[in-house]
């Protein structure tokens, strides 16, 4: 190898070296991704009880497409809604 080869390797070196000890001497901890808050849903405008206790004789149909997601979404309403 000739001195010019030399000098190109000697800077690729020192180019990984610099790169190696700035990543990895100064990089954070990695923070764990946080939790997919809970779905929320829009607040009930109307009352609980009475007329409207039977939540899915109303609603039923209609959410069903967008809430087939949700497993066991017919029992609990209220942990995702909320009266206004
Ligand atoms: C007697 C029929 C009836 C019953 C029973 C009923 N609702 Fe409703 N609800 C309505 C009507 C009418 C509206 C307003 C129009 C709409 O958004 O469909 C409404 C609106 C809502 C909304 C707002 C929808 C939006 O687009 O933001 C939510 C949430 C909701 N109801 C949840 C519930 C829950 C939970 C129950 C059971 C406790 C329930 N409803 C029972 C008739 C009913
Ligand atoms: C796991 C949480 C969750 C549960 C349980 C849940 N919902 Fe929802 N609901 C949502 C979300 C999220 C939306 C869409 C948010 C928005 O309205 O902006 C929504 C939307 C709605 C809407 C507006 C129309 C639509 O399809 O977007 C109605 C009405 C509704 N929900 C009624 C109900 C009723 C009735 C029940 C119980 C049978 C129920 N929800 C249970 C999360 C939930």
Do not use: Q, R
Request: net charge negative; hydrophobic share 40%; proline share 10%.
């Amino acid at each position: 190898m000739n001195t010019k080869k030399w000098a190109i390797l000697f800077v690729v070196v020192m180019m990984v070296a610099v790169l190696a000890a700035g990543c990895g001497g100064s990089t954070p901890e990695p923070t764990p991704a946080p939790e997919p808050p809970a779905a929320v849903g829009s607040a009930i405008p109307h009352a609980l009880d009475g007329p409207y206790e039977n939540c899915i004789g109303c609603h039923g149909a209609a959410i069903e497409a967008s809430h087939a997601d949700f497993a066991g979404y017919e029992e609990s309403c209220l942990d995702c809604h909320e009266a206004e």
